[in-house]
T-cell receptor, first 116, second 114 residues
Framework: AQTVTQSQPEMSVQEAETVTLSCTYD???????LFWYKQPPSRQMILVIR??????QNATENRFSVNFQKAAKSFSLKISDSQLGDAAMYFC?????????????FGKGTLLTVNP | DSGVTQTPKHLITATGQRVTLRCSPR?????VYWYQQSLDQGLQFLIQ???????AKGNILERFSAQQFPDLHSELNLSSLELGDSALYFC?????????????FGPGTRLTVT
């Protein structure tokens, strides 16, 4: 079974600074997707960014980018120019293609605080 | 707004009771996933339906069941409720069964068992 590990339960960053959230995963599959989801206090799950395992180029979405190291099974999220609205719980997730059900396996989450 | 709706938003009930959570997927989405988010277990996959048929089961208790109806909405039934069933229950929908297709999450139903 796939596992996703987020080793940082909490992180904090100053507004306008850069922060990196870590995620490692374990899988024997070669084709998969990785995601970062944001969960603000409203509890809505919001997709931040996704990475296809077959793509060597790291995904970027505005101020959000990832560092995907397939051999190391590492998938970190970098948030540049942090804003107060970035404060949320961030979940790393692995898309499991086994059996074609494509369920998401989530890490435990990292609570990000943004200080003004 | 993801286009996925869940009702009710909040539910408070007593131990031993039975509740039904409802999910309406985005228009045209055939797959529905149910996830449970609790403080101790985190976010866990419960069950998936595709076009009315059960496709996969995760960590779903025998006291829980689900179904997807011909109009593609889905219901998650929780019975003999225990205090530990208190959690946020998410539904997510997906258009196809393909790996690259994104899952869209609903706003969740918060269940409190007293």
């Amino acid at each position: 079974a796939q596992t996703v590990t987020q080793s940082q339960p909490e992180m904090s960053v100053q507004e306008a600074e850069t922060v990196t959230l870590s995620c490692t995963y374990d899988t024997s599959e070669s084709d998969y997707y990785l995601f970062w989801y944001k969960q603000p206090p409203s509890r809505q799950m919001i997709l931040v960014i996704r990475q296809e395992a077959y793509k060597q180029q790291n995904a970027t979405e505005n101020r959000f980018s990832v560092n995907f190291q397939k051999a190391a099974k590492s998938f970190s999220l970098k948030i540049s120019d942090s804003q107060l609205g970035d404060a949320a719980m961030y979940f790393c997730a692995f898309l499991d293609s086994g059996g074609s059900n494509y369920k998401l396996t989530f890490g435990k989450g990292t609570l990000l605080t943004v200080n003004p | 707004d993801s286009g996925v709706t869940q009702t009710p938003k909040h539910l408070i009930t007593a131990t031993g009771q039975r509740v039904t959570l409802r999910c309406s997927p985005r228009s045209g989405d055939l797959s529905v996933y149910w996830y449970q988010q609790s403080l101790d277990q985190g976010l866990q996959f419960l069950i998936q339906y595709y076009n009315g048929e059960e496709r996969a089961k995760g960590n779903i208790l025998e006291r829980f069941s689900a179904q997807q109806f011909p109009d593609l909405h889905s219901e998650l039934n929780l019975s003999s409720l225990e205090l530990g069933d208190s959690a946020l229950y998410f539904c997510a929908s997906r258009r196809t069964g393909w790996l690259w297709d994104e899952q869209y999450f609903g706003p969740g139903t918060r269940l409190t068992v007293t």
